[in-house]
């Protein structure tokens, strides 16, 4: 379906609590132009009501192939800054947003497309997937958050090798290197599992991973624990938890098992 609200380059279909957000420019292999960008800003500042989870999935065989280039030549200097700055505040609005998201990762995972699918919060890979960071062949340097959160799945070397020599990860490269957490065959299907899996946890749980976690992951240790703390409180503390915890007592909730 189309949304008033979304540019035609994204297509958003809804099954229950699970949001499909699908990129849509197969003709360019889902590169990223500015409309795009804002429109997934737009999107994940509001979310659909009712909307517990979103797999963000792309039209045709590749998942992004990154920037829109034909947009970047009529930028000056400061024009390309506040570029940038407006793919960090749209990627944020992603990875610190309401709502937890599944990415599909199939063939081009490229530039501004890695960018985005580092964002997501839980990554699914196809074999035909394979990641580059082409900017240091052309002159450039990354711009949409590579440089904060690539490193953080993969390390500052690999990332740096990646940029000096053009070098390409290929589906299980990425996944050895940590670029996805799953490698599958069917994608989408793999994805659509997770998202109700997780559109079933408590509100508060997923509050808790999206935005304390990443925050207590970057704090000193003293001040981690003391928001862990608070966290936990307010979790357990819950109505839910409680209905949870005594369902799992009363043996009406399944333990964990392989």
Same mark, same amino acid.
């Given at each position: 379906?189309?949304?008033?609200?979304?540019?035609?380059?994204?297509?958003?279909?809804?099954?229950?609590?699970?949001?499909?957000?699908?990129?849509?420019?197969?003709?360019?292999?889902?590169?990223?132009?500015?409309?795009?960008?804002?429109?997934?800003?737009?999107?994940?500042?509001?979310?659909?009501?009712?909307?517990?989870?979103?797999?963000?999935?792309?039209?045709?065989?590749?998942?992004?192939?990154?920037?829109?280039?034909? =947009?970047?030549?009529?930028?000056?200097?400061? +024009?390309?800054?506040?570029?940038?700055?407006?793919?960090?505040?749209?990627?944020? #609005?992603? =990875?610190?947003?309401?709502?937890?998201?599944?990415?599909?990762?199939?063939?081009?995972?490229?530039?501004?497309?890695? +960018?985005?699918?580092?964002?997501?919060?839980?990554?699914?890979?196809?074999?035909?997937?394979?990641?580059? *960071?082409?900017?240091?062949?052309?002159?450039?340097?990354?711009?949409?958050?590579?440089?904060?959160?690539?490193?953080?799945?993969?390390?500052?070397?690999?990332?740096?090798?990646?940029? *000096?020599?053009? #070098?390409?990860?290929?589906?299980?490269?990425?996944?050895?290197?940590?670029?996805?957490?799953?490698?599958?065959?069917?994608?989408? =299907?793999?994805?659509? +599992?997770?998202?109700?899996?997780?559109?079933?946890?408590?509100? %508060?749980?997923?509050?808790?991973?999206?935005?304390?976690?990443?925050?207590?992951?970057?704090?000193?240790?003293?001040?981690?624990?003391?928001?862990?703390?608070?966290?936990?409180? %307010?979790?357990?503390?819950?109505?839910?938890?409680? =209905?949870?915890?005594?369902?799992?007592?009363?043996?009406?909730?399944?333990?964990?098992?392989?």
């Amino acid at each position: 379906m189309t949304s008033p609200l979304l540019p035609p380059t994204l297509r958003l279909e809804l099954r229950d609590d699970v949001a499909v957000l699908r990129l849509a420019r197969p003709e360019k292999r889902n590169a990223l132009d500015d409309a795009t960008v804002l429109g997934i800003e737009s999107f994940f500042g509001a979310p659909p009501p009712g909307v517990k989870a979103v797999v963000l999935d792309a039209v045709g065989d590749h998942f992004s192939a990154g920037l829109d280039l034909s =947009e970047l030549t009529e930028r000056d200097a400061f +024009e390309g800054l506040e570029h940038s700055m407006m793919w960090h505040r749209a990627f944020e #609005r992603l =990875e610190r947003g309401r709502v937890p998201v599944v990415a599909v990762l199939k063939g081009a995972v490229v530039g501004g497309g890695l +960018e985005l699918a580092a964002a997501a919060h839980i990554r699914v890979a196809e074999p035909s997937a394979f990641y580059a *960071l082409p900017e240091g062949q052309r002159g450039l340097f990354v711009g949409g958050g590579a440089s904060v959160r690539v490193p953080r799945l993969i390390g500052a070397h690999r990332m740096a090798d990646m940029m *000096l020599t053009g #070098r390409v990860l290929d589906a299980d490269e990425g996944q050895a290197a940590g670029l996805s957490h799953y490698r599958v065959e069917n994608g989408l =299907e793999h994805a659509l +599992e997770l998202a109700r899996k997780i559109a079933a946890n408590s509100p %508060i749980t997923n509050f808790a991973v999206l935005q304390a976690l990443p925050r207590i992951a970057e704090a000193n240790p003293a001040e981690g624990y003391l928001m862990e703390a608070l966290m936990a409180a %307010i979790a357990g503390g819950s109505a839910e938890a409680k =209905e949870r915890m005594q369902a799992f007592l009363d043996k009406r909730a399944g333990k964990v098992g392989r």
